[in-house]
C-alpha cells in the first residue's frame, strides 16, 4: 500500500523487453536507504517488486500483465519517474490508499499556469469516468491528487508548486499518457450495490448483531 505522496525522481537506467516480460533498471537515492531484495516500490504509480540493487540502482521485472495495462511499454533509458516506497505502520498517511494497481492509461490535455500553481487536464477511457468524483481522489503516474472539475472523460486536477517540481508532472507534454488508478473505494461500493450481490440481507438486525450500529 502506497500514500501517493512521492520520495524523489528516479531515471531509468535499463529496460530491456524480454518476449512477454522485461527488466526495469531504475537509478535513484532515498529510495535506497533501506531497500531489501522483496521490496513493493511504486514506480509511476505501478507497485514493482525489488529483485536486485546496488549503490545507485535497483532492478524489478516487469509482468505481461504490467506492460498490456501501464506506460512502462514506453520506457526509455534516461525518462524520469515517480518513486514511493511502500507505506509502514509509522507513517503518516499523507495522501490517500494508493494500492500500485493501474486502472487504466490516460492522456495529458494540457497545462494551465496560474501564477506558481497549475491545473492539469488529463483525458481517460469512458468506462473508467464512473469512478472519478468532484473533490475525490486520484494517482496519476502514481501522485495523489484531488478532483477539481470533470467534464465528460476528461479531469482537472490543481498542482501547487512543490508537487510539480518534485515529481514528473513538470516533464508532461500534450499527448503524453500516464498511468491512472481511481479511488479504491468507489470500486468497493459498486461491488457492493451490484445486482449479483444479495443485500437484501443486510437488516437493521444484521447491522446491529455485527456491531456496526
Partial sequence: MFTGIIEEKGFIKEFIQYAGSAKIVVTCSKIL??????????????????VDFNQNSFSAQVSKETLNITTFKHFKPDMPVN????????????GHIVQGHIDCVGKFIKKVSLNDFYELYFEIPEHENKYIVHKGSIA??????????????????????????????ANLSTGDFVNIETDILGRYVEKF?????????????????????
Fill in 33 to 50: 536507504e533501506d531497500i531489501k531484495i522483496g521490496d513493493s516500490i511504486a514506480i509511476n504509480g505501478c507497485c514493482q517488486t525489488v
Fill in 83 to 94: 518513486l514511493e516506497r511502500a507505506l509502514t505502520p509509522s507513517s503518516r498517511m499523507g
Fill in 140 to 169: 496519476v503516474d502514481g501522485v495523489s491528487l484531488t478532483v477539481a472539475e470533470i467534464t465528460g472523460n476528461i479531469f482537472k486536477v490543481a498542482i501547487i508548486p512543490h508537487t510539480f517540481q518534485n515529481t514528473t508532472l
Fill in 193 to 213: 450495490l451490484s445486482p449479483n450481490n444479495n443485500i437484501s440481507n443486510i437488516t437493521k438486525n444484521f447491522l446491529q448483531e455485527n456491531g456496526f450500529i
